[in-house]
Every structure is written in C-alpha cells, then in structure tokens.
C-alpha cells in the first residue's frame, strides 16, 4: 500500500514530465497552462523541491510554451507557500528573462517586477537583488535588457549599501556603450525611472552621463526613446538640470536628421515649455526653443508638421498675448495654408488656446480658406473630422461670421456623397449649432433651408430632411416642430420611394414624444394608419411599431 501511495504522489509530475516531451506543441502548451492544478495536487513543498526545479532544468520550447510557462509563475507565490518563499521563483523566472524571444522576456520581467513586491526587504537583498545583478552583467544583450526593467522595482526598497552597489555597478553595466541598441532603448526608460528615485546630487553624476550620451545615440531608435520620455525626464532631474543639460538636448532632438525623432520632440514641445523654471521660462521658449519651432513649420515631413501643429496653439496660453500677435500668429498662418490636410486639421481642432489669448477674428480670414478645402478634401475621415469640429468653431467665430462665411458649407455636408457617416454627423452638427445659437436662429437660418430639401429629385436628399427634422424637434421644441416641421413630414408619406415613407413613419415615431396629444390624436395617428396599410412590408412594419410605441392604437 506504501508503495502504492508513492506511486500516486509521483503521479501528476510524471504526466507533466510525459507531456512537456510529446511532440505535439498545443499539448505541451495546455500542460503549462495546467501548472497551478498540478501544483496544488503536488503541495507547496513538492512544488519548491521538484516542480520548479525540473521548470527551470528543461527552458527549451516553442515561444508559445515558455510565453504562457512565464505569465503562470508570475502568480505562483501561494503556490510555493506564500510570500517566505516567493523566491523559489526566480531561477526559472532568470532563464526566460534571457530568451532571445522578446515576448517572452518581456513577460518574465513583468512577472519578476509582480512578485519583487511580495519579497520582503530582506529577501529582496539576499535573492532578487542579486539576479538582477547578473542578468546586467551578462554576456547576451537578451539579459541586459532584461535587467532595465528591473533596477526601478528593486531600488527603492534595498538598504543604502546595496543602493550604492546598484548605482555603482549594476546601474554603468546597462548602459555600457558596446551594448545592442535595444539595450539602450531600454537603458533611457529605466534612467528616466531611476531619476525619479535618486537624490538630486546623485543626478548629475550617474543619470546625466548616460542621458547626454542616449540624446545623441548612433541609433535613431535610442534618439527618438529620449524625445519620447523628455517630459518624464524633465520633472525628473528639475530645473537645474534642465536649463543647462534639457535645453540644448532639446534643440538638438527638434532638429534630428531623422524625421520619427524630430516628430516625437515636437509632440512635446508644448509640454516641455510649460514645465520650464517659471523665472526663465519665457527667455529660454523665445531663445532657444521658438527658432526650432519656426524651421519645423516648413519641414519637409508631414508627420512632424501635423505633431507640431497638433501641439503648438498651446504656446499662445504660455507666451502671452504680445508674443503670440508678434511671433506665433505668423505660424499658425502658415500652418494653415498648409498642403497637408492633418496639419490644417490639427491648427483648427486646437483653436480655443488661441481664442483664449487673442480672440480668434485675428486667424478668421485664413481661417475660411482652410475650413472650405478641409471640407472637401478627397478623405473623408478629414471631411468628417472639420465637421465634428464645426460646433466649437462656430461658438468661437460668433453667429454673424457663421451665417456669412459657414452656413452653406455646413448645408452642403447634408448632402454628402462620399460617406454616410459624414450626412449622420452633418445631422448632428446642426442639432449642436442649434443649442449654441438658439431655436429662433434655427427657425429663420436653418430650418427653411432643411425643409426645402424635402422637394429634392434625390429620394437620399430627402430621406436626410426627415433625419434632420429627427434631430432638431428636439432641440427647436414644440412650437417650431408643430408648426413648420410636421406639416413637411406630412406631406412626405405619400413620397413615391417606399425607403422615405418608412422614414416618415420612424419620424413620427422619434418627434411624437415633442408634440401635445391632441396633436398626436388628431393629425399623426390618421397618417401613420394609413402608411400601417402600405403595399410595402417595411412601410407597414415601422408604421405598426409607431403607432404601438406612441400608445396610438
């Protein structure tokens, strides 16, 4: 019988031995995900002295197998008997955080960062500490890279000695010049999150090296990494540092020779400006930073004119008002002239910074030019987008130079061709205006010109009278529904084309709850009962399902 229990208890490790050899990749695959069931039938102490052990002697599979065998162990502490042993962990956890594949180290630092937490203060020092040592010492850039992930979860926890160790030994291996690119990609993030936790005397002597060095990196990627965390990095290191070391780090990434570095830098120009020392903040923008701003107006990438554009209205609200008549005006002119059609979106969409600081009559007359070809621009995901905008656009330029300059345009999006979801949002557009302008402005500027669509030959011309009649009885109330609206809805049930007499009915059904019951009794209920007797299926069916809705019947 002994032997027998013995056999049983060695059961579940031999199944997992069996499987983890087959062949067949999806049953090693399923046998990694099942490790927590086989743990549990082991016991924590078997899982200590043989599961993971035998994990940790046979790493050698497909991606797949050691990407799911990293993300189990990474919720494996109560597994192994809770936080007293979470370190059992780490020797196989260490191995897949030096695979050449990248998803799977990425998982096994992820996994390593989860359960660094549940190390206590001492454990970490004597295990974890230790392994990420090695991994930034190792041979194989696949365990450098590794260990970046790792200094910002182990540094802020360890005793000053071993912060001293990290700094002076573990912190220079990273970032060792002879090191692969992807290293040093990594290398500027966990700078950036080291500098967060270093005092500042610490800065100028272990972070800034580095830094200075990854600004001007042989390698594009690297470059573009720093302009991409330049934010993080500038609250990190303050503003000492950052007038003597950032500012002209800056300068330099907002004239790269690569164009994904110049766009990632001037994505930040915005920010990098509002976080500069207050005393000096407007000296160094007009100094330093508005003459690099100027040359990327005209730079010959479209992606770093529309970042710049998508940021730089943001500078009016930190220059002033002077400053922004003098130096950025001309700019913004410029930008909207632009050929590319996402650089003139970007301007318009970001206009309430400028109207703010100088009112928006000083760009309206650009302005209109821009609007009027971003409306017909050939894409119409940008069509859609001037008309999303056109709301706040108008609530800024006032009524009078609306219904002057923008009125037939936004007409004229009613009707658009190119797309369905450009006429749905134009509908909706009108809905907005009209609560930024009033009913009675709805009642004399755009109603008439709605209801005059209802005489179309195009029966998609006057199917969108109805959906805008749908969206403005809302907001234009009862009085101008009943009284110039209805009438037109009316009139339309007896339309030649089956698809708009089932709009009138789903009309009737939308505008119902507006309208008083007498009106409901007396004028819609014969109408839709009549259309509930249409030739056409459709007709009678959204007919039917008016009448039951507004409790006609």
């Avoid at 993971?52 to 497909?62: G, H, Q, R």
């Avoid at 454990?123 to 090695?134: G, I, S, Y």
């Avoid at 365990?143 to 926890?157: D, H, I, K, M, N």
């Avoid at 291996?173 to 270093?198: K, P, Q």
């Amino acid at each position: 019988m002994a032997g027998a229990d013995s056999d049983d208890s060695l059961y579940p490790i031999a199944v997992l031995i069996d499987e983890l050899r087959n062949e067949d990749v999806q049953l090693r695959l399923n046998s990694i995900k099942k490790l927590s069931t086989i743990a549990l039938a082991l016991g924590v102490e078997r899982t200590r002295t043989e599961l993971l052990p035998f994990l940790t002697d046979t790493i050698y599979d497909e991606d797949e197998v050691l990407l799911a065998l990293a993300e189990q162990l990474g919720n494996f502490t109560m597994l192994v008997g809770g936080p007293e042993y979470v370190h059992c962990l780490l020797p196989p956890l260490e191995s897949l955080a030096t695979v050449e594949e990248t998803v799977v180290r990425d998982k096994a630092v992820e996994s390593l960062r989860k359960i660094s937490h549940e190390h206590s203060p001492v454990d970490l020092e004597v295990h974890f500490e230790p392994l990420v040592k090695r991994l930034a010492s190792g041979d194989w850039f696949t365990s450098r890279t590794s260990a970046c992930g790792l200094f910002s979860v182990c540094y802020p926890r360890v005793s000053s000695t071993v912060k001293a160790e990290i700094r002076l030994n573990s912190f220079h291996c990273v970032y060792v010049t002879s090191a692969g690119d992807s290293v040093r990609l990594l290398a500027v993030e966990a700078g950036v999150s080291i500098a967060t936790l270093l005092p500042q005397e610490d800065l100028e002597a272990l972070v800034m090296p580095t830094l200075r060095q990854a600004a001007e990196d042989k390698s594009w990627r690297v470059r573009y990494m720093v302009a991409d965390k330049f934010s993080d990095l500038q609250k990190a290191v303050g503003p000492e540092i950052t007038k003597n070391d950032l500012v002209p780090a800056f300068q330099n990434l907002l004239k790269d020779c690569e164009a994904e570095v110049r766009a990632a830098a001037a994505n930040k120009v915005k920010e990098f400006c509002e976080n500069l020392p207050e005393d000096s903040r407007e000296t160094i923008i007009m100094t330093h930073i508005l003459p690099c701003v100027k040359e990327l107006v005209s730079d010959t990438n479209q992606h770093v004119k529309s970042a710049l554009a998508s940021v730089i209205m943001g500078l009016s609200t930190i220059l002033g008002k002077d400053n922004t008549i003098e130096h950025l005006l001309p700019l913004f002119l410029a930008q909207l002239k632009d050929e590319c059609p996402e650089v003139r979106l970007n301007i318009i969409s970001n206009l309430d910074c400028v109207n703010e600081v100088i009112g928006i009559r000083q760009l309206s007359q650009s302005l209109l030019p821009a609007i009027v070809e971003l409306a017909e621009d050939a894409k119409w995901r940008v069509r859609l987008a001037i008309i999303e905008y056109m709301p706040l656009l108008a609530g800024q330029l006032g009524v009078e130079f609306f219904d002057e300059k923008l009125n037939s345009l936004c007409m004229a999006w009613l009707v658009d061709h190119g797309s369905c979801y450009n006429v749905e949002a134009a509908t909706c557009n009108l809905m907005k205006l009209v609560e930024k302008f009033g009913a009675e402005w709805a009642q004399n500027t755009i109603v008439p010109k709605v209801l005059g669509m209802a005489n179309d030959p195009n029966y998609l011309h006057r199917m969108t009278t109805l959906f805008c009649i749908n969206a403005l009885s809302e907001v234009c109330g009862q009085e101008i529904t009943t009284k110039h609206m209805l009438p037109v809805v009316f009139k339309m049930s007896n339309d030649q084309v089956a698809n708009v007499r089932f709009n009138v009915a789903k009309s009737l059904q939308k505008i119902g709850p507006v309208l008083d019951s007498n009106c409901l009794q007396t004028e819609v209920k014969p109408v839709l009962e009549k259309l509930a007797s249409d030739q056409d299926m459709d007709v009678k069916y959204f007919a039917q399902e008016a009448i039951s809705v507004l409790s006609l019947a």
